[in-house]
């Protein structure tokens, strides 16, 4: 019974030692990167809090975009930092479908706003409305625990 006397030290217990100290540094570092991320996701989703109010409150879609845009793409531009791969790849196409109705729908100039017109991208994306691409956006940054 060498093994168990006190004060002995094996090859087991070193690995046991070893083994344990990585395996509690790598979940100390998934845990602060799980916090990051968790900010960076609150802190994009409180970019959109006054659009969604205001779109709640019934204000006109394109005013509310047109002014609260800005905002959005930077808030995008530090959100995007923290994805990767797959999650990056949806949250881009999700972003991209904002940005292009943000572009057709606020960019138009004052006579297509009052006589309409029949552009065909326009008449493609007056009816989705920005509320629904905002939550799809929101959508993606979710709170992990």
């Avoid at 083994?19 to 509690?24: K, S």
Wanted: hydrophobic share 40%.
């Amino acid at each position: 019974m060498a093994a168990f006397e006190v004060g002995s030290f094996t090859l087991g217990s070193l690995l046991g030692i070893v083994l344990g100290a990585f395996i509690g540094h790598r979940l100390a570092i998934r845990r602060t990167n799980q916090q990051t991320f968790n900010i960076a996701a609150i802190e994009f989703k409180k970019a959109f809090l006054s659009s969604q109010q205001l779109l709640d409150d019934n204000n006109p879609e394109h005013g509310v975009i047109s002014m609260e845009f800005p905002k959005h793409d930077t808030a995008m531009r530090k959100y995007q930092m923290y994805l990767t791969g797959l999650k990056q790849n949806a949250f881009n196409d999700s972003w991209l479908k904002y940005k292009e109705w943000y572009e057709i729908m606020c960019n138009r100039d004052t006579a297509e706003v009052m006589y309409g017109g029949s552009d065909p991208k326009y008449v493609a994306m007056k009816d989705i409305k920005a509320i629904d691409l905002i939550n799809n956006l929101l959508a993606h940054a979710e709170i992990k625990s």
